[in-house]
């Protein structure tokens, strides 16, 4: 079954665009999320997410890269509930980085803030289609 949700496609800069979609985590906290299809793995803002469950003991020495210069301590987590319009996943596993940094810019370029990046992992497991023309997400549900 397929499903479609609602994107936004806003201009950064002159002919920068980004996609958001919106989501809720935990039942209770709203907020965007970039899609990224050039990021491997998707991450969440640990400002952002109420309450975890850590996974692995390996979590605190992996790190990421491509989000800016340098690298990014990451945590593998497990959060409650994850949704995005009418696809919700309990259990769902995630990287948290602290993406204040990303926030500054987009404060200073479109007075946004970002809760994560929506990456390949999702987008490849949920066969995605973005529809730029119509701004949809189309996503199969498993």
Do not use: W
Not at 28 to 35: K, R
Not at 38 to 65: C, H, I, W
């Amino acid at each position: 079954m397929k499903i479609e949700i609602p994107i936004e496609i806003i201009e950064l800069e002159n002919e920068s665009y980004h996609l958001l979609v919106s989501c809720k985590v935990n039942q209770s906290h709203f907020g965007d999320l970039v899609i990224d299809t050039g990021a491997s793995k998707t991450v969440l803002d640990r400002n952002f997410v109420p309450a975890y469950e850590l996974l692995g003991e390996q979590t605190s020495e992996m790190q990421s890269r491509g989000l800016g210069e340098g690298s990014l301590n990451t945590e593998m987590v497990k959060i409650d509930s994850f949704q995005l319009g009418g696809l919700q996943l309990r259990d769902f596993h995630c990287a948290l980085i602290d993406l204040s940094g990303i926030n500054e810019m987009y404060k200073e370029h479109c007075q946004r803030e970002i809760c994560g990046l929506l990456g390949s992992d999702f987008l490849v497991k949920h066969q995605a289609i973005i529809n730029y023309k119509s701004e949809i997400l189309q996503l199969e549900i498993l």
